[in-house]
């Protein structure tokens, strides 16, 4: 499984960028879905995270602003941010837990990132 992001870019503060993910390749079933963030000098962290049961998880720095959402047609992901401050300015990783059809082994895709830069 390939995951492909898009989105970043720069934003001005209080601005509602949307992140994409999509997954790609043959045979597989997407589990968990979600999204993590590094910025320079830090360690990555989980923004939020979003399973097949659609049960939610945020870190509580996106609590009430970001909101993560999952279109399983199309193997995709979605993280909705509002009113970014200065401090989310960092590579945004798309990740997924995934299996092989008909498999129970799950297995871990990651992204290649997308930056986001929080500035005016």
């Known amino acids: 499984v390939q995951l492909q992001a898009s989105g970043g870019g720069l934003v001005q503060p209080g601005g509602s960028p949307r992140l994409s993910c999509v997954a790609s390749?043959?045979?597989?079933?997407?589990?968990?879905m979600g999204w993590y963030r590094q910025a320079p000098g830090n360690q990555r962290e989980l923004v939020a995270s979003?399973?097949?049961?659609?049960?939610?998880n945020y870190a509580d720095s996106a609590k009430g602003r970001f909101t993560i959402s999952r279109d399983n047609a199309k193997n995709s992901v979605y993280l909705q941010m509002n009113n970014l401050k200065p401090e989310d300015t960092a590579v945004y990783l798309c990740?997924?837990?995934?299996?092989?059809?008909?498999?129970?082994?799950?297995?871990?895709?990651w992204g290649q990132g997308t930056l986001v830069t929080v500035s005016s």
């Open positions: 390749g043959t045979r597989f079933v997407i589990r968990s």
């Open positions: 990740y997924a837990q995934w299996s092989f059809s008909g498999s129970s082994i799950r297995r871990d895709a």
């Open positions: 979003i399973t097949d049961g659609d049960s939610l």
